[in-house]
């Protein structure tokens, strides 16, 4: 029950426009509440960011309200607590707040103060009506954002998921950057939550979809008509088609639990292996990471640097540094010839040979070369064009082009980009947060279609991912026409940096090592058409000390 809590060191409401401030509860032990002043109000919220546990306190506070993580991104309406963006699933609790007795004092109950959340109402007694059947094929981030924003927006028809996976959606973020293989703890909701919200979950895989019947097709034979389709298969871990790849074990792709329970189980209890990972973007740099505090780790790269397509390789060397620090090897621009046996076991890689003539002993090896839409089911149909990539073509809310009441979100999707040096060109971004917001704007779209009206304009927004490599990397923005500069701030012999990535004078995307809450402040100026071009940055200019405008430009 909702009862009074005095607010430790405060007698009065003292906060300027803008101003954010973390307060202690008195009565509840480490209960704590963040106050936020927008305009002349001021607002009292949980203290941390439902997604991670970030503190609210370190994020960045926009003139309409806006309340940005400054970890991984994450928005908040501060006037309602609701989620703006991922990759937060549940809203903040927002607070009352009373000023008496030369005292100020906030209305609320003990466990809500306690959790720094509240749930959000997806709670629904489905209606089976023949025009409000909602089905997704997916157990991802993109379908996670999809099936939650339905519900939370009110839609009330039946809703199926289709998982190729026998699990719930999960962290997928998780397995590479913490290997974590117990399910129970990487689910984003739990069991019961799907049944309270009337969303039924399929273990099943798709085979055909009939665009014209309004049917999705599965490998076990079982037919599901639908009137609004969500696409939102993800993506397929390359393979290397080399000599030996194919038929030795102990040679790894990284996508599911059941990858990562594989490669625990080979790398053992008493750990000490001599693990060879073969690429050098992201998932691999983040295997390494976390392997090699107890293993002996390689990693083989046709780059020069780590990550330098997408970050260069001056930034490159510095997550090459962070992670040679703790053992890791690597063997950069190489190229992988093939994959031997091991001597005690033929059946088993005992190591991998480069062009060069260099042999890497392995005990085993993973493959992060990337991943290509999961799209096969569509491969022959003749009602869809898929792109050049196997993606679909989509517009701003994510339906796909020349088909109705289909959507496609996450991996899979090429959509038009509107961010910083973008001007619309159609990009597909493989990052967990774009894909989640992606599932939120086709529920909008979905539900907003059956209104008054019709369908809502599409919500842009601008991509943000986070990654482990050594240090937390964060990174906004996108580069759909590439970068031809770079203006590189802090610390970089520390791996304390922010990079500003530019087509000419343009910022187009950030990326930052121990230097919150840069990545987010970007983003909201990206949001704004305010983001300081290539030339201010150069002359030492801090984005934090740049005073965010009220109005959003996309």
């Not at 609790?93 to 009373?98: C, H, M, V």
């Amino acid at each position: 029950m909702a009862q009074e809590y005095k607010l430790r060191g405060l007698s009065t409401l003292d906060l300027k426009s803008g101003e954010k401030r973390e307060v202690e509860v008195e009565g509840i032990e480490n209960g704590k509440v963040l106050l936020a002043k927008v305009g002349d109000k001021t607002h009292a919220m949980s203290s941390n960011c439902t997604h991670y546990g970030a503190p609210l306190k370190l994020g960045v506070l926009s003139p309409n309200g806006r309340l940005t993580c400054a970890w991984h991104g994450a928005c908040f309406n501060v006037g309602t607590g609701d989620v703006e963006d991922a990759p937060a699933l549940d809203p903040i609790a927002k607070f009352d707040i009373i000023e008496q007795d030369g005292g100020v004092y906030i209305k609320g109950d003990e466990k809500t103060i306690k959790a720094s959340r509240r749930q959000p109402n997806t709670k629904c007694s489905a209606q089976e009506f023949e025009d409000t059947d909602e089905t997704s094929p997916s157990s991802g981030s993109g379908a996670m954002g999809a099936v939650q924003s339905l519900r939370e927006q009110g839609f009330t028809g039946s809703i199926t998921f289709i998982s190729i996976e026998p699990n719930l959606p999960i962290d997928r973020t998780k397995l590479s950057k913490a290997l974590i293989a117990d399910k129970s703890k990487i689910e984003l909701r739990p069991q019961e939550w799907y049944k309270t919200s009337s969303i039924e979950a399929v273990f099943d895989e798709v085979s055909s979809v009939d665009f014209r019947a309004k049917s999705v097709s599965s490998v076990s034979g079982a037919s599901y008509p639908y009137t609004k389709l969500i696409l939102a298969t993800g993506g397929t871990p390359r393979a290397l088609p080399l000599p030996g790849f194919k038929d030795l074990s102990n040679i790894f792709l990284l996508r599911t639990i059941r990858n990562v329970q594989a490669i625990l189980k080979a790398v053992g209890e008493e750990k000490n292996k001599k693990v060879v990972i073969v690429g050098s973007s992201f998932i691999g740099m983040e295997v390494a990471n976390a392997l090699s505090k107890e293993n002996q780790v390689s990693i083989i790269g046709m780059e020069s640097a780590p990550l330098e397509r997408v970050m260069g390789a001056e930034v490159g060397k510095i997550f090459q540094n962070n992670l040679s620090k703790n053992g890791v090897k690597f063997y950069m621009s190489a190229s992988v010839d093939s994959a031997a046996p091991s001597e005690s076991d033929p059946k088993v890689v005992g190591s991998v040979k480069l062009k060069d003539g260099t042999s890497l002993e392995a005990d085993l090896v993973i493959l992060g070369i990337g991943v290509t839409p999961a799209t096969g089911y569509l491969k022959d149909n003749p009602d869809v064009q898929l792109e050049k990539d196997g993606s679909l073509q989509t517009d701003e809310s994510f339906a796909v082009k020349g088909l109705t009441d289909v959507y496609a979100i996450g991996d899979i999707a090429t959509y038009p980009y509107h961010g910083p040096g973008g001007s619309g060109t159609l990009t597909r971004i493989e990052h967990w947060n774009v894909a989640q917001n992606a599932g939120r704007s086709a529920a909008r779209s979905i539900v907003s279609s059956g209104k008054e009206g019709g369908r809502e304009t599409a919500k842009p927004f601008i991509p943000i991912f986070w990654s482990a490599l050594g240090s937390q990397l964060r990174y906004c923005g996108n580069t759909p026409n590439g970068w031809d500069d770079l203006v590189l701030q802090g610390s970089p012999e520390e791996g304390k940096f922010a990079a500003f990535y530019g087509k000419g004078d343009t910022t187009v995307a950030v990326a930052s090592m121990m230097m919150d809450p840069v990545m987010s402040q970007s983003a909201e100026l990206m949001k704004r058409g305010k983001m300081p071009g290539l030339k201010e940055l150069r002359s030492g200019l801090d984005v934090r000390d740049v005073t965010l405008p009220q109005e959003l430009k996309m």
